[in-house]
């Protein structure tokens, strides 16, 4: 389909995202505010002769999803933080078998069933930590409604190359509010898809890496047979009890990832040259950010923002530079106090402030001001 | 255009948030204007108070909801009293005159416009559905905040099998627009 402008919401924006990413299932539970996002694959996956189908529950879809995945379709869910909870075990087993997914999560108020309608921050260390055991994920954190489509079908290619669990993790201000969305030609877009395996089904080893640490991974139904399991294996997929392969596959699983940082990080530098004072925030409070460095520059305070497209694996090396050529750092939260945590472990000894608001407005541009003027003061 | 911040306010089922994509669409799609559409609900679909609001900017626009209206539209009291505080000086109230009155201090300088649009919608095109694209048409003659031809090419497109209706009531919107800007209350 040639390109194509829309005035539309960030959730119709992601589910157009995922299916010009190539997503042809969706396995999901409604759920305010990601609702739409269904609502919408529903519609559209039959006219794409993929498939929707909607589960008794979250731990039924997300499981279906990496079923489908493994049956070779690009497959995904989108739920809220009360169905991001019911996730969590079989985010950890698409984790331990390699299955890329691409798992939308828009943020509403928590803990539980909190404020249905009202967005807020509150998932982000659930995304990477949420699962048991010591693993790696990616999660993309959009602010605008073209975002949504973009960062979507980043998601599905990093999921793809990477063979892991990605996240979206969008605020519901930014999966409810509409704007214009530009879908590119698809002609244009940039799509990878996994690894197949080129050795002969005999000699095939589903868990054995290549130099990237990453498995070509085979499909079922095909000729090449394999086993997938949560218990470690080895690279045949064997369950095993030995500490030399569990410490192999840990240390892989977390290595594929994090060897390619630099690759999968993203930021946005806005008035960083000069600045004095930056903030870093993500999501819509990144846009109250960017209005109030505006109003700090026509000021006079030298004041900067670094945009984390990006939440994990955390973009360390653009912390400690911003850290370096700095003197303070304010991080705005529609939470308690999240991403602040690792900020402060790559800025420091530059201070890092903290602003909480763990609730459905965000920090308003006035608010990130006045703390940029009090820290100016300093 | 500097950032102009609408809002919209009325009782959920009027058509609120509908009448904000729409005019969001006019402005982003036909216009070619940086827009953000917002709204905030509860719980329940129906009855409640519902708001919707528009921020139209020839740049791109930083914080996505109004902070401070320059425009107020209002159709049902629960909603005008829930909502119209922030109102800008020297800003423009509109409201559906048979639902709501002006029963609190308005900042300095605005100016009211009263539309009786469910009347019009009513009696005048005979479907109280159209209420809201009376309601528009008078938006659009009273701020130009939007084009109408952008109005009118977006109802068609939306809602093919209306076309006649719809043009009807944005009309007689027009013009209840035009009449009150000769004579504010």
């Not at chain 1, 807020?120 to 995304?127: P, S, T």
């Not at chain 2, 629960?78 to 609190?104: P, Q």
Request: with cysteine.
């Amino acid at each position: 389909m040639p390109e194509r402008t829309m005035f539309t919401m960030g959730d119709i924006a992601c589910a157009e995202g995922a299916l010009s990413a190539g997503c042809r299932y969706f396995g999901g539970y409604p759920i305010t505010p990601a609702t739409e996002i269904a609502e919408w694959m529903a519609v559209r996956m039959p006219e794409l002769s993929g498939a929707y189908v909607q589960y008794e529950d979250e731990i039924a879809s997300i499981t279906s999803v990496i079923g489908a995945s493994w049956a070779g379709i690009k497959a995904m869910t989108a739920t809220s933080g009360p169905g991001a909870s019911l996730m969590m075990e079989a985010v950890g087993l698409a984790v331990m078998t390699e299955t890329p997914i691409v798992i939308v999560n828009i943020m509403r108020g928590g803990p539980s069933t909190g404020q249905p309608t009202r967005g807020q921050q509150g998932d982000v260390l659930q995304a990477k930590w949420g699962s048991h055991g010591d693993y790696q994920i990616i999660a993309l954190t959009p602010a605008s409604v073209q975002e949504m489509f973009d960062l979507t079908v980043r998601a599905f290619n990093l999921s793809e190359k990477y063979r892991v669990p990605v996240f979206l993790l969008a605020d519901e201000i930014v999966g409810h509010m509409r704007e214009a969305l530009v879908i590119p030609d698809e002609k244009s877009l940039k799509l990878v898809s996994r690894k197949m395996p080129k050795s002969e089904p005999s000699e095939y080893l589903p868990f054995k890496p290549d130099d990237d640490l990453v498995p070509p991974m085979a499909l079922l139904g095909t000729k090449y047979q394999f086993y997938a399991t949560g218990l470690t294996h080895d690279e045949r997929g064997y369950p095993t009890d030995s500490d030399e392969v569990q410490i192999e596959l840990v240390t892989r699983l977390n290595e594929k990832i994090l060897r390619h940082i630099d690759e999968i990080t993203e930021v946005e530098r806005y008035f960083l040259d000069d600045a004095e004072i930056a903030i870093v925030a993500y999501g819509t409070p990144a846009r109250s950010a960017r209005r109030a460095v505006k109003d700090a520059r026509a000021k006079g305070i030298k004041a900067g923002m670094l945009r984390l497209k990006t939440v994990w694996p955390f973009p360390e090396e653009p912390i400690a530079q911003l850290a370096s050529d700095v003197k303070h750092i304010i991080v705005p939260e529609q939470n308690m106090g999240q991403v602040y945590y690792m900020v402060r472990a790559f800025a420091a000894p530059t201070p890092v402030h903290l602003m909480t608001k763990p609730a459905g407005t965000p920090q308003l541009p006035d608010e990130i001001l006045r703390k940029i003027m009090e820290v100016h003061a300093k | 255009m500097v950032r102009y911040g609408v809002r919209i306010g009325g009782f959920g089922g009027q058509g609120i948030v509908t009448m904000a994509v729409v005019i969001g669409e006019a402005s982003a799609l036909f216009d070619k204007k940086y827009v953000v559409q917002t709204q905030s609900y509860g719980p329940e679909a129906r009855g409640g108070a519902s708001k919707s609001e528009i921020v139209i900017s020839d740049e791109e626009v930083d914080y996505p909801k109004v902070l401070a209206p320059d425009v107020f539209v209002v159709m049902s009291r629960a909603a005008y009293l829930e909502y119209v505080h922030g109102l800008k000086e020297n800003g423009i109230l509109i409201i559906d005159s048979d639902l709501v009155k002006v029963e609190t201090e308005l900042p300095k300088g605005v100016k009211v416009y009263s539309i009786p649009a469910t009347r019009i919608a009513d009696q005048e095109v005979r479907s109280k559905q159209t209420a809201n694209v009376v309601m528009m048409g008078a938006f659009a003659a009273i701020t130009k905040a939007v084009s109408i031809e952008g109005l009118r090419h977006q109802m068609e497109e939306r809602w093919p099998k209306f076309v006649k209706i719809n043009h009807l009531a944005l009309d007689l919107g027009i013009k209840a627009g035009e009449k009150a800007l000769e004579a504010p209350s």
